[in-house]
Each structure stands twice: as structure tokens, then as C-alpha cells.
């Protein structure tokens, strides 16, 4: 599966943004997709994971009760819905899909998007 992540920006302390990343192939369905971030200098790490179906989601403490993830199956394609963002939140947001269940580890998935770059300003 190919993934593209868009939708970031530039936006201010406390505003929203909403990621997608676009799946092709016809087996998005059978993928756990998550997202992980990137801030300057820092390692990857966990944001969100959702289930194939879309029923469990998990968070990261850090963007706990702030970000939502979502999917469309049909359209083949997941969501971050980021809100009250805080310039901690600054970095390259990628997509992943594993056949695996979520996991909070990026050694766990199989295919990346390239990523979009979201700035937060204080």
C-alpha cells in the first residue's frame, strides 16, 4: 500500500488542523494505520493508532482528549483531527499502515507516507 500524508501548515497556538493520508490499493481495510511524528532533532514517536474497522483508537498521552484519529474504508483514507494545538506539536506528521494490530512502535508498520510538516506558533 502507498500512503500520502497532506494537510499540514502553519497555525497558531490553540487553532485546529486536520490531517489526511490517502491509501492506494484496494486492501486499505486490512491495515492498522497510525500516525507518528517527527519534531526537529527528537525520534519518531507515537501519535495515534486506530483498528482496521475503526471501532478502538489509542493516543498518545501527549495528545490525549486534543487529537482524534479516524478512517474511511470507502474512501481509503485516515484522519488526525488535531485541536488546541500547542507549539510542542511542531513537527512531521506521517502516516503508517501495518497488517499487525496497533502498535505504539514505528518498528511496527510496514508502509510510510512522506510525511507533512506541521508548525505551531506560540
Known amino acids: 500500500v502507498q500512503l500520502q500524508a497532506y494537510g499540514g501548515g502553519l497555525v497558531r497556538a490553540g487553532d485546529s488542523l486536520r490531517l489526511s493520508c490517502a491509501a492506494s490499493?484496494?486492501?486499505?481495510?486490512?491495515?492498522?494505520m497510525g500516525w507518528f511524528r517527527q519534531a526537529p532533532g527528537k525520534e519518531r514517536e507515537f501519535v495515534a493508532a486506530?483498528?482496521?474497522?475503526?471501532?478502538?483508537?489509542y493516543y498518545a498521552d501527549s495528545v490525549k482528549g486534543r487529537f482524534t484519529v479516524s478512517r474511511d474504508n470507502a474512501k481509503n483514507a485516515v484522519y488526525l483531527q488535531m485541536n488546541s494545538l500547542k507549539p510542542e506539536d511542531t513537527a512531521v506528521y506521517y502516516c503508517?499502515?501495518?497488517?499487525?494490530?496497533?502498535?505504539?512502535?514505528?518498528?511496527?508498520?510496514?508502509?510510510w507516507g512522506q510525511g507533512t510538516e506541521v508548525t505551531v506558533s506560540s
Open positions: 490499493g484496494r486492501t486499505f481495510r486490512s491495515y492498522s
Open positions: 486506530i483498528t482496521r474497522s475503526g471501532i478502538s483508537t
Open positions: 503508517a499502515a501495518s497488517p499487525r494490530v496497533p502498535a505504539p512502535k514505528a518498528e511496527e508498520y510496514d508502509y
